[in-house]
């Protein structure tokens, strides 16, 4: 008799359900019974052990908190439809989260536009569906500052959350677009996360600070009214969920049904309206190719020693 053909549509049994199933049949020896027994006690653990999780790996545009919490109803989803765990990850910076990408250490991937082109080019990973919305980037200065146009920042410090956000390079372009050139005509001061960079401005120790729309909407009321917008760029593609090749196709196709079904439920309404993303939409390929431009500063970044 067959250990396959005994537990066969049986999820992950453990060792001691399988060996009271054993004793129950007629026909299993007691010796047999009385090895798995012995197993069991030198052991512990399972005969099948549950396949490993799946990891979600999200860009670290917020806390780790914020995160965890946030996208913990959308791993819970997964879980239920992929009927595997689901962990969520992310890194302490936006280096440290491409470098992994790159390495493969995601099957599911939340990132950026211009660092989707990165872990698709890099790592094979295959798009799935992007928020609806657009990100926005702004540039902000101190609601009582003397600051009323880019110009007035020639010589001055301005904070950003990382330089691989999007955000500040479409910022940096319109900075460039005005005569302002970056490390030359103005200075930047890396915060390490969205609201980080704001504080800097609220508390005097940057004249300006880069971050995305969304960040800036999620600061407590008390704080956005400290904050003056001097600068707002184009709408810019919103983040988007790809697999890694390792998923096979059908995989894919059910993390996306999933993805589909939680935005149709309330607890993904209510996900969706809280983070202004505005439902999910389908990832044009020619859309992740307007975005090489950024990618390939981003891999300029990371070749340069910081």
């Excluded at 129950?24 to 090895?35: D, H, I, M, N």
């Excluded at 508390?203 to 971050?211: F, K, Q, T, V």
Aim: aromatic share 8%; proline share 8%.
């Amino acid at each position: 008799m067959r250990l396959s053909a005994l537990w066969l549509g049986q999820s992950s049994p453990t060792l001691p359900k399988f060996i009271a199933r054993m004793a129950g049949w007629r026909r299993t020896p007691a010796w047999f019974v009385a090895l798995l027994g012995c197993l069991l006690l030198t052991t512990g653990h399972p005969v099948f052990s549950a396949p490993p999780p799946l990891v979600l790996g999200v860009f670290p545009h917020l806390t780790a908190k914020q995160i965890v919490v946030a996208y913990r109803p959308v791993a819970d989803t997964l879980e239920k439809h992929l009927q595997r765990k689901v962990v969520i990850y992310s890194a302490r910076d936006f280096k440290t989260f491409v470098e992994r990408t790159r390495q493969g250490e995601y099957d599911i991937l939340l990132t950026a536009p211009h660092l989707a082109w990165l872990a698709r080019q890099d790592a094979g990973y295959r798009p799935l569906l992007k928020y609806a919305q657009p990100v926005t980037g702004l540039l902000l200065v101190r609601t009582d500052s003397p600051f009323r146009e880019l110009k007035a920042l020639r010589g001055r410090t301005i904070a950003i959350p990382d330089p691989f956000a999007v955000a500040v390079m479409a910022l940096h372009d319109q900075m460039a677009a005005q005569g302002l050139r970056n490390d030359i005509d103005y200075r930047t001061a890396i915060s390490g996360s969205h609201r980080n960079a704001a504080m800097q401005v609220i508390n005097g120790r940057a004249d300006g600070a880069m971050l995305g729309r969304h960040t800036y909407s999620l600061l407590p009321p008390e704080l956005r009214r400290q904050l003056r917008v001097l600068a707002t760029t184009p709408p810019l593609s919103s983040l988007m969920y790809l697999t890694h090749p390792r998923l096979r196709d059908a995989e894919a196709q059910t993390i996306r049904s999933a993805l589909l079904d939680f935005a149709s439920r309330p607890e993904g309404r209510a996900f969706m309206h809280d983070g202004g993303y505005a439902g999910f939409v389908d990832v044009d390929g020619r859309e992740l190719r307007a975005f090489h431009p950024y990618a390939k500063q981003v891999q300029n970044l990371l070749q340069t020693p910081r």
